[in-house]
């Protein structure tokens, strides 16, 4: 996946400061099929880089804190990976809190978490089913937009093949 940063010059002129790979991404060994990208970030109050110097080092949580953001492309491996003899889902937790921190710490034994963000995702390639507090299921496809309002919920590949999803996670202030 390529990553195009923009930014400015000494003039105060526009100009793309980075193009290449998104350098903070992952592709899990627990987990062939597994990919997690944070190709930015930003903070609370912190100031447009007009310099376009790459945040995503410094990231110390996947979990934004309220007015900060996180924008973060998943490829998700088809459900039935994980029901691989060969899956470890120990070590599989270990890799997620290792690449995924804040987040990982809120995800349940069966994927469901709730995070205090509001999540804009879309659905960038393959079909993806969204689960919800009360079972109910809704299917997505590629192009389709998802607004998670800080609701606990889970991803769910039932297809054969990867899905991949963008998300940018607003961090909120929780309404109790």
């Known amino acids: 996946m390529r990553r195009v940063v923009t930014g400015h010059d000494e003039s105060g002129r526009s100009v793309i400061v980075s193009d290449g790979p998104v350098p903070r991404s992952r592709e899990f060994t627990s987990l062939p099929g597994w990919v997690s990208r944070l190709p930015w970030a930003t903070e609370p109050g912190e ?25 973060v492309v998943l490829t998700f491996p088809p459900d ?25 710490d809120l ?50 590949n039932r297809s054969d093949q990867p899905v991949t999803m963008a998300f940018v996670l607003v961090g909120t202030e929780s309404d109790g």
């Open 47 to 71: 100031p447009i880089s007009r310099s376009g110097e790459d945040p995503t080092p410094k990231v110390t949580s996947l979990l934004p804190a309220p007015g900060g953001t996180r924008f």
């Open 80 to 104: 039935s990976a994980m029901a691989d003899p060969a899956f470890d889902p120990v070590a599989f937790d270990r890799e997620q809190r290792a690449d995924s921190p804040g987040i990982a």
């Open 107 to 156: 995800m349940e034994p069966d994927g469901m978490h709730t995070t205090p963000t509001v999540d804009y995702g879309i659905v960038l390639q393959g079909e993806i089913v969204l689960e919800l507090d009360d079972g109910r299921c809704t299917q997505l496809s590629a192009g389709d937009l998802v607004i998670q309002n800080g609701t606990r919920h889970g991803w769910r």
